[in-house]
């Protein structure tokens, strides 16, 4: 998600060229690995243990293993969706940056140490003066960004079909492809502060054109990965 921003204090990345500052790397950093540690907890439902102080039997090298998976899809996966609308904005002449939403990075934390996850680790806030069209494509980039995601995941995710393979590899296509699926369909939905209500404001076509697809694969990524 991408939204204008009212204040000047904390952005970077402007017309002289994309850059961060340290808040922002810090705000990457954090909401990266706060995904990693979220989807961790909830993928493995053992590791809730920890709550209890129960370590007895706990697997740590596979909890590592799930982590490094997490944060190699989703993490990526949320925050190039992000990146990608702060590179469109720039482009546009905005200044932009990327800022965590830490309430809700600690509500996904606890979400998934109780089995129920919503993510929403943050949005990049921009000002500056923009067309109708420019602000349908700051906010279709991030969509976008996920689907070709997808698609890179999509080669090994075959490759692993066809020889059989599993293992380390193969839960990174695996869930690197449905997380950007479900991702850019999410974010297309029409509604609220979601991508596609921007687009769709902007262009009716352009909005069908990138949603229908988006959602209806996100769909078959909920359902059959």
Do not use: C
């Not at 993510?119 to 067309?131: E, F, K």
């Not at 193969?170 to 209500?197: C, S």
């Amino acid at each position: 998600m991408a939204g204008q921003m009212g204040r000047r204090g904390g952005a970077s990345g402007g017309p002289g060229g994309l850059s961060f500052s340290g808040r922002e790397l810090r705000d990457l950093l954090v909401a990266w690995l706060a995904l990693g540690v979220a989807f961790t907890f909830f993928l493995e439902r053992e590791l809730t243990r920890i709550v209890f102080l129960q370590f007895q039997g706990l697997s740590l090298s596979a909890a590592a293993g799930t982590f490094a998976v997490s944060l190699l899809t989703v993490g990526i996966g949320f925050l190039l969706h992000e990146l990608a609308h702060k590179v469109v904005a720039v482009r546009f002449g905005q200044v932009a940056a990327f800022k965590a939403d830490y309430k809700m990075l600690g509500f996904a934390v606890l979400g998934g140490l109780v089995g129920f996850l919503f993510a929403a680790p943050g949005a990049v806030v921009h000002r500056g003066r923009l067309t109708a069209k420019q602000h349908g494509l700051i906010a279709v980039a991030g969509p976008v960004t996920n689907l070709a995601l997808a698609v890179a995941f999509l080669v090994p995710f075959v490759a692993s079909l066809i020889s059989g393979a599993g293992g380390f590899l193969w839960e990174v296509a695996r869930m690197g492809l449905q997380i950007n699926l479900l991702l850019a369909g999410f974010n297309m939905l029409p509604f609220g502060p979601l991508d596609g209500r921007t687009v769709r404001e902007w262009s009716t076509p352009i909005f069908l054109v990138v949603a229908v697809p988006s959602i209806l694969l996100g769909l078959g990524a909920l359902f059959v990965l």
